[in-house]
């Protein structure tokens, strides 16, 4: 079974840009979970979608945003870039909601660096 | 407000022995946790779990242990061979999975 695929893998931009990442789970996974990595940080948590609808959400500002596909494929935008939206963005598949099941699997990340 | 701490951001082991890697949570809500393995340019994959309802969880050389009163969680690995040389979070989960900032382990041959 292919694992969690997220295109690009690299990706720079400069401040005020906007940017999509896209990401493509397991077959017949349907949850998609959106993460932020950044040094010292750990992993935050963005946003959860399931069935199409964003089901759970953390404290990122409305600049970030994503949604998901009748496929499971989901896609997470950033408008308006700024220098802090540095990071790796890794996306995270499971059979289910977070909560039923117990374990995500993770895409290898976007590194986006804005300048 | 970080839920869940890893207070040591690198550890050096020498191979054979036993790494100790430390996780400290403040939300007695927690009702499972994990560990995952982070190489660099891979996204991090998983390890380990432990129910909230259990203390000790075992795979192979890797062994996860919870102590609910302290609020405390450590993953060991005996022995320790250098390709554990990696990134390990630690995460909590309610409705969402809290992680940790990560432990930086290096295995010396």
């Known amino acids: 079974k292919a694992g969690v695929t997220q295109t690009p893998r690299y990706l720079i931009k400069t401040r005020g840009q906007q940017v999509t990442l896209s990401c493509s789970p397991i077959?017949?996974?349907?949850?998609v979970s959106w993460y932020q990595q950044t040094p010292g940080q750990g992993l935050q948590f963005l946003f959860e979608?399931?069935?199409?609808?964003?089901?759970n959400k953390g404290n990122f500002p409305g600049r970030f945003s994503g949604r998901q596909f009748s496929n499971s494929r989901s896609e997470m935008n950033v408008s308006t870039l700024e220098l802090g939206d540095s990071a790796l963005y890794l996306c995270a598949s499971s059979p289910d909601l977070t909560g039923t099941y117990n374990e995500q699997f993770f895409g290898p990340g976007t590194r986006l660096t804005v300048l | 407000d970080q839920q869940v701490k890893q207070n040591s951001p690198s550890l050096s082991v020498q191979e054979g022995r036993i790494s100790i890697l430390n996780c400290d949570y403040t939300n007695s809500m927690f009702d499972y946790f994990l560990w995952y393995k982070k190489y660099p340019a891979e996204g991090p994959t998983f390890l380990i779990s432990i129910s909230s309802i259990k203390d000790k969880n075992e795979d192979g050389r890797f062994t996860v242990f919870l102590n609910k009163s302290a609020k405390h969680l450590s993953l060991h690995i005996v022995p320790s061979q250098p390709g554990d040389s990696a990134v390990y979070f630690c995460?909590?989960?309610?409705?969402?999975?809290?992680f940790g900032t990560g432990t930086r382990l290096k295995v010396l041959a």
């Open positions: 995460a909590a989960r309610t409705y969402k999975y809290i």
């Open positions: 077959s017949g996974h349907r949850s």
């Open positions: 979608y399931f069935s199409e609808t964003q089901r």
